[in-house]
């Protein structure tokens, strides 16, 4: 086997081959490298780049077509972050901070310069609670006539126990006494009816407020012993305060179902959730 004397095409450095190599690269046209390492770099056609961030101004290699993507070059994304972000604020018109004696310049369109201020910003005595809860207490009594029960203020009720104590020093502080529990107290309804509990009294004080002719305890067909809470012509209206509860409860309700059924009455079922938070009678008595 004969050899001969090759330049490199990468380096320029003079290496020894077999005429057979250099013979067959000669007929495809092929470079001749004196390595690997030469070979990897003559496909390398980019340019080694020093970054943009003055704090970093690493070396990094780029291709051509990418470097003539970008208007500058940066070794990362974060190093592009933090030049393009002080670029884009320098441009922003600015002011201060509006905590007192803080001389931090931010954006216009803020009005702190951290989470910090902002929240210490938005900070209340307890005082000042107590006279946001007991307005929307008296607020409600305004406008329906009777005290909130807790899940109909739902939205100050956890603030309402932290700054009172409980719910019902608020609304002891707001200047009324404290509704006895739902279902554990007689009421009289605005028309003078008998009420087994607060959610039958604010039933029935709709229907009065409604103007819907109504009548309250009447026995049921075959069932002297059970009664309906209100009759509206063949519509028999209950409130299952305790469903799903108690177990005797729940087998009494599917007695009454059982009734209406058989003697064509038109059962309407009435649940909390149906009262509390928001009232919801209109809807599902649309008789």
């Not at 441009?91 to 929240?119: D, E």
């Not at 305004?142 to 807790?150: A, S, V, Y």
């Not at 554990?184 to 029935?204: F, M, T, Y």
Request: with cysteine; net charge positive.
């Amino acid at each position: 086997m004969y050899f001969c004397q090759v330049v490199c095409a990468e380096c320029r450095k003079t290496f020894i081959r077999s005429v057979g190599q250099v013979n067959e690269a000669k007929k495809f046209h092929w470079k001749q490298f004196c390595s690997w390492n030469c070979l990897a770099s003559s496909k390398m056609t980019g340019s080694t780049l020093q970054c943009l961030n003055p704090q970093c101004k690493k070396k990094f290699y780029r291709l051509q077509n990418q470097i003539k993507k970008v208007r500058k070059s940066f070794c990362s994304q974060s190093c592009a972050t933090i030049i393009n972000n002080k670029e884009r604020s320098e441009k922003l018109v600015r002011k201060q901070c509006a905590t007192p004696g803080c001389n931090i310049s931010i954006p216009s369109w803020q009005n702190y310069c951290s989470i910090v201020h902002a929240t210490s910003s938005r900070k209340i005595s307890p005082e000042q609670y107590k006279q946001k809860i007991i307005a929307h207490i008296q607020s409600f009594y305004n406008n329906h006539g009777r005290i909130p029960l807790k899940r109909e203020l739902n939205s100050i009720y956890k603030v309402a126990w932290l700054v009172f104590g409980s719910w019902n020093n608020a609304i002891i502080a707001a200047g009324y006494n404290p509704n006895p529990v739902l279902f554990a107290e007689k009421q009289i309804a605005n028309d003078g009816h008998p009420c087994d509990s607060l959610a039958e009294k604010i039933i029935d004080d709709w229907l009065t407020t409604e103007s819907i002719e109504h009548k309250r305890s009447i026995p049921y067909p075959e069932g002297k012993r059970l009664k309906v809470d209100f009759v509206i012509e063949n519509h028999w209206i209950e409130f299952f305060g305790l469903a799903g509860e108690v177990q005797r409860y729940d087998e009494l309700v599917r007695i009454k179902r059982r009734l209406c059924k058989k003697h064509n009455l038109k059962l309407v079922e009435v649940y909390p959730k149906d009262l509390f938070p928001t009232n919801h009678l209109s809807e599902i008595l649309n008789i």
